[in-house]
């Protein structure tokens, strides 16, 4: 392990969180609220320690996949922590374990809450709480690299260890181009659903607050009512259009870019994400019919907006889908667990890992009808390594044992089993809502600190998609190869 190098660079995203806490920061100098002191008690500690643990640069830069594992994983932990500070200092959020239920929830992009007054919150903490969602929607580790001058050449492994999906690669040469790329994409599609929505008489705070919770896949309101409160539709036509902008995998918006459209047109994640998206919408939509006086614009709206938040593990709500059919309800908890497509900022187990172990599953059934058959596994025209089946096969058995686990461990709670079960998938999926009392309307306030513990391990797994967080925990990790 090269601890040098580890400490450098946590000392690099500790100066980089400090930055990013300066907007908040500014909101409050604009508000004149009560955010301000409680904001420069953590960035200013948060600054000085960055800046000295990056004094001095270490002679050994290499850094490779266990270091990228357990930099990524003390990285999230860390700014999780120091971001709740604000909410406890200021008394917002009093208790340290719901403080951190809270910011861990924004960071992981989760959008689970346990506020039920969240336009009570000061303004600029209001901003911050969305803002979270914002930063780790792309990853703070990936903004690090966008930004400071790459500390090693092997700084792909720290990007592999943070980006969703079953694989990362680079769009260019560099890893810290390609960073920059990602982000300048996720700058101008952020920037322009603000300005949509300020077009519909949205007031700017919530513009910038929506569009941050939009890009980041979270959703975190800043309205008790959630987007309903605003009662308009061009606003949830716009954030059901940048909610599956926001789903797709980056890599095709570069390509975008660079005029290779065929490679776009043929790519079969985003087909395949569309085509689930449309059948689940017509489905509930005829289910949901009655509910709605028989009116099919009614239910579409309504089906179009929540399917889009639950593919898209946004989790915003216009409509209480907990009182929708179980028809319904069920379609939509199969959308959860598949989520978006790779290398966006959905949550979920992604398009792209479902096909692979799908194939993989269709392909295995052929073997053992004729055991001399050659049988392998293609995605977008090209062959899945068998090592790569073996990673998304050992990915999905510890997903299910850790859902599994945490639902037994819920359990013990106060809820049913329908809470229990839906509160690990929709935190270890970063979907946010779930079913019964913390469905689209309601929160997890009610749970007890060793419940909001499980959830918030869950949220931390399922953002880092499993192994970061388990490897940086094993004493294996830290003993010397």
Request: positive net charge; aromatic residues 14%; charged residues 10%.
């Amino acid at each position: 392990m090269n601890y040098q190098m580890m400490r450098y660079v946590l000392g690099q995203i500790f100066k980089v969180g400090a930055a990013l806490m300066f907007f908040p920061l500014m909101v409050s100098l604009y508000y004149r609220d009560e955010g301000m002191v409680p904001l420069l008690v953590v960035l200013l500690p948060l600054l000085f320690a960055g800046y000295g643990m990056t004094a001095k640069k270490p002679t050994k830069q290499n850094i490779y996949a266990r270091e990228g594992f357990v930099i990524v994983a003390f990285a999230w932990i860390l700014l999780s922590v120091f971001g709740a500070l604000p909410f406890v200092i200021s008394g917002a959020i009093p208790n340290f374990v719901d403080a951190l239920f809270e910011t861990v929830s924004g960071f992981t992009t989760t959008g689970s809450t346990l506020l039920t007054d969240i336009e009570g919150l000061p303004m600029s903490l209001l901003m911050w709480r969305s803002f979270t969602h914002w930063i780790g929607g792309m990853g703070v580790l990936v903004f690090a690299l966008a930004l400071l001058p790459s500390g090693s050449a092997q700084s792909m492994y720290i990007m592999r260890a943070e980006v969703p999906g079953p694989s990362v690669g680079k769009l260019v040469a560099k890893t810290q181009l390609t960073a920059r790329i990602l982000y300048e994409i996720y700058v101008f599609f952020t920037a322009l659903e603000a300005v949509l929505l300020r077009c519909t008489g949205m007031r700017w705070f919530d513009c910038l607050a929506n569009a941050f919770a939009t890009a980041g896949t979270g959703g975190f309101a800043v309205l008790n009512d959630g987007i309903g409160g605003y009662r308009n539709v061009w606003v949830e036509v716009i954030i059901t259009v940048f909610m599956l902008i926001f789903s797709i995998n980056f890599n095709l918006f570069y390509m975008l870019l660079i005029k290779q459209f065929a490679e776009v047109l043929h790519n079969v994640e985003i087909k395949v994400f569309f085509i689930i998206y449309t059948t689940a919408t017509l489905l509930i939509t005829q289910n949901i019919m009655h509910l709605y006086h028989g009116s099919f614009w009614h239910a579409f709206r309504y089906a179009g907006f929540t399917v889009a938040s639950l593919c898209s593990s946004t989790g915003f709500g216009t409509a209480d889908y907990t009182l929708w059919p179980a028809f319904s309800q069920t379609i939509l908890i199969l959308l959860m667990f598949c989520g978006a497509c790779a290398g966006s900022t959905g949550g979920g187990l992604k398009v792209a890992r479902v096909m692979i172990l799908c194939k993989s599953g269709v392909s295995e059934i052929r073997r053992q009808l004729n055991p001399k058959l050659v049988s392998t596994v293609k995605l977008e025209g090209q062959v899945v390594e068998n090592e790569q089946i073996r990673t998304q096969g050992a990915f999905f058995i510890l997903y299910m044992i850790i859902l599994l686990v945490s639902t037994l461990l819920l359990s013990m709670d106060r809820y049913g089993f329908d809470v229990s079960f839906s509160a690990a998938l929709t935190a270890l999926n970063n979907m946010g809502p779930g079913l019964g009392a913390i469905g689209p309307y309601g929160n997890f306030a009610d749970f007890t600190p060793f419940s909001k513990l499980v959830i918030i391990f869950d949220m931390l797994v399922g953002r880092l998609e499993i192994f970061p967080v388990l490897i940086a925990f094993m004493p294996r990790t830290w003993k010397k190869a």
